[in-house]
């Protein structure tokens, strides 16, 4: 069974670093494309970072690029996504998801986790 398990998330102030993981079982990283989304209250969902199944191809939303960071280690099944110089509007929760053939930040992704919930705030 394909499962999605998020951590890392919690309280981080503005300004600061957070580091989530997503932790893949029932399948290998080198099958499926992964995704991280997010949402906020009384927000559309916003796609946040992607990364291919071999790992060439990231991608990142205007919102985050330049200061989040999405990486994976295969031999773990687990997956990134380094959060610095976080904003408020960062704050959400937090889905890593997986796909077997699509790659996007606007695509509906076939595999999703529960979820992590990231605060920032001071």
């Known amino acids: 069974q394909l499962q999605l398990e998020e951590s890392g998330g919690g309280l981080v102030q503005p300004g600061g670093s957070l580091r989530l993981s997503c932790a893949a079982s029932g399948f290998t990283l080198e099958e499926y494309n992964i995704g991280w989304f997010r949402q906020a209250p009384g927000k559309e969902r916003e796609g946040v970072a992607c990364?291919?199944?071999?790992?060439?191809?990231?991608y990142y939303g205007d919102t985050v690029r330049g200061r989040f960071t999405i990486s994976k280690d295969n031999g773990k099944n687990t997956v990134y996504l380094q959060m610095n110089s976080t904003k408020p509007e960062d704050a959400g929760v937090y889905y890593c998801?997986?796909?077997?053939?699509?790659?996007?930040?606007?695509?509906?992704?076939?595999?999703w986790g529960q979820g992590t919930q990231v605060t920032v705030s001071s």
């Open positions: 990364i291919s199944k071999n790992g060439a191809e990231k």
């Open positions: 998801t997986a796909d077997r053939w699509r790659l996007g930040l606007l695509i509906q992704y076939e595999h």
